[in-house]
């Protein structure tokens, strides 16, 4: 299968809740979308493995994904191991996403960070001639760094108004994270749903109203963006 844009990140969901609305507002223009999950989130206090796994593959579905996996690193544990860089590798050699989204380089969790040197370093080593895995050489044309989490200003933000509810739908797909079971009631909830549910809406408005619009996510990307049409540019300047 060949991908026009691959989302990578470490656990399930993160994807979800970092890039869904671009994911499934590219997916409506007709290209070809994944989501490669690093881990299985095995190391989640909530939900089984099992559970997690059918939840992905609801939101995948939600979200109009066309082809979602499991790199199988382990929770908890990911790191930019030789070993983990040549199966991403391999991955994308198959794949040949034009565009990959990884996670911003800098964050709380370490999965997170580790998440994208991994993605960038396997994407990397896919072009190399003399690598020992099977395909042919291949190196996505363009990295993107999902930065919802993070406070830094992004290169530029998507416009998710007419996505926000259905991501809202995907990324309530993860019941078992979000909705504790009855027995679980009295522990401390990390994340209820409602709450959830709030910073999920105030953090896509926060985005949207810096482009003029109701719900954003925002990207950085290394390179400068190169402009065409100076007149035809969006958002409004006074
Ligand atoms: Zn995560």
Not at 29 to 45: C, H, S, W
Not at 56 to 78: E, F, H, M, Q, Y
Not at 86 to 106: D, F, N
Not at 147 to 157: K, Q
């Amino acid at each position: 299968m060949k991908l026009d844009l691959l989302a990578i990140a470490a656990h399930p969901d993160d994807v979800e809740l970092t890039c869904g609305g671009t994911l499934l507002k590219m997916a409506q223009k007709g290209y070809k979308t994944g989501i490669l999950d690093l881990t299985a989130g095995e190391m989640g206090t909530r939900g089984t493995p099992e559970t997690r796994a059918k939840e992905a593959t609801r939101a995948a579905k939600i979200l109009k994904v066309s082809w979602r996996a499991t790199l199988g690193v382990p929770d908890s544990d990911v790191q930019p191991t030789r070993q983990h860089k040549l199966q991403l590798a391999r991955v994308i050699r198959e794949l040949r996403p034009h565009t990959v989204i990884l996670p911003y380089w800098e964050a709380r969790h370490p999965d997170h960070y580790h998440a994208s040197t991994l993605g960038y370093e396997g994407c990397f080593l896919a072009g190399l001639k003399q690598l020992p895995i099977e395909g042919e050489p291949f190196r996505p044309f363009k990295i993107l760094y999902a930065t919802a989490f993070e406070g830094m200003p992004p290169t530029f933000i998507v416009d998710i108004t007419k996505q926000y509810e259905t991501r809202r739908r995907a990324i309530l797909a993860y019941g078992s994270q979000f909705r504790p079971a009855k027995s679980e009631k009295k522990q401390r909830v990390f994340l209820a749903i409602d709450e959830l549910d709030a910073r999920m809406d105030l953090m896509a408005r926060h985005h949207g109203q810096k482009i003029g619009v109701k719900y954003g996510e925002p990207f950085l990307q290394k390179e400068l963006m190169a402009v065409e049409d100076i007149v035809g540019l969006p958002v409004r300047s006074i």
